[in-house]
């Protein structure tokens, strides 16, 4: 089986945004592994509208150009990990919509989340978790949660990896997300050759 390939989803956009530490620190945590191979994936590369398709992805292919560039991108990977600022005790409305925007893409794949804010970003990634479901996705129990002291000593110029103990919880995460990731490949790719042989 080749390697699963992951996609480190940065999920929010804004100028000056925190996004960025916790997607290259669980970027070079993953790099360490030699069982998978990671690839960061910023959504201020993939500029949508707010949905505006005749229907849901699930139903209908999607006409706008920006819509298929981002699932033929996901289509590439075999699992995402996502990073997840928490506005207004929820995820980012890009995140959402970027969500919204792709569905056969999402299937039958492990998503796992490194949030952060004063909860942690736990209340953004609880919802995400339940969104994960309706897109047909295998959201991990482990998450990461980088709380509000951590990001303001990390804004303060320390690096996330001098975190012991986020290190361990991200190491706990990867390694539940690569058991997932690699289970799931086996099966999509048992059914993609069940249809080639039909
Ligand atoms: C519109 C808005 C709403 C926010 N609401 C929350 C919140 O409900 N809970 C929280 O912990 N932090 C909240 N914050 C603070 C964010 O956690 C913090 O600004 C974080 O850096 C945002 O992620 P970003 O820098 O990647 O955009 C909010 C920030 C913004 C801009």
Not at 125 to 139: D, G, H, K, T
């Amino acid at each position: 089986m080749a390697k699963p390939k992951i996609a480190i989803i940065i999920g929010s956009t804004r100028e000056g945004r925190f996004g960025d530490k916790p997607a290259n620190w669980i970027y070079e945590l993953g790099k360490a592994r030699s069982d998978l191979d990671f690839e960061i994936v910023d959504l201020r590369d993939f500029p949508m509208p707010f949905f505006d398709e005749p229907a849901s992805p699930a139903w209908v292919p999607s006409k706008a150009e920006a819509a298929q560039k981002w699932q033929k991108t996901l289509d590439r990977f075999d699992g995402y990990i996502i990073t997840v600022a928490e506005y207004n005790r929820g995820p980012t409305a890009v995140l959402k919509n970027a969500f919204d925007y792709a569905y056969p893409s999402w299937n039958k794949k492990p998503v796992a989340f490194v949030g952060y804010g004063s909860t942690g970003g736990a209340r953004a990634v609880e919802q995400l978790r339940l969104q994960a479901i309706e897109l047909q996705m295998v959201p991990i129990r482990t998450g990461v949660h980088i709380f509000w002291q951590i990001m303001q000593e990390a804004n303060g110029g320390k690096k996330l990896s001098e975190f012991d103990f986020l290190n361990q919880t991200g190491k706990d995460m990867l390694d539940q997300f690569a058991w997932y990731a690699k289970a799931l490949k086996v099966a999509r790719d048992a059914d993609a050759q069940a249809t080639k042989a039909a």
